[in-house]
């Protein structure tokens, strides 16, 4: 987390097709946390509360970056639901 952003990290699921997997690692716990999720409204959903949740624990006010590789894509319904920068490095 950088300031008041909060990075989540999104991929595609390697061993299950048509499934995502963020991941958000706490420095000051030295612990990640991690939701699967399929790339369909019901996934956007699951997605949404696991933001909300980690989101319970920052300041009020903060941003949240969802970070992909740079040759990922997404879903239609994914893509759409969320505002996704993609990583440079």
Excluded: C, W
């Excluded at 949740?53 to 990922?72: A, H």
């Excluded at 639901?81 to 490095?89: D, G, H, Y």
């Amino acid at each position: 987390m950088n300031g008041k952003t909060l990075e989540i990290q999104v991929s595609r699921h390697e061993a299950k097709p048509g499934f995502y997997v963020a991941h958000y690692q706490s420095p000051l716990l030295k612990a990640t946390y991690t939701v699967e999720f399929p790339g369909t409204v019901v996934g956007a959903v699951a997605l949404h509360h696991f933001t909300e949740m980690l989101k319970t624990r920052y300041p009020v006010g903060g941003v949240v970056r969802f970070l992909l590789p740079p040759d990922e894509t997404l879903q239609p319904v994914l893509r759409d639901a969320l505002s996704v920068e993609r990583r440079t490095s």
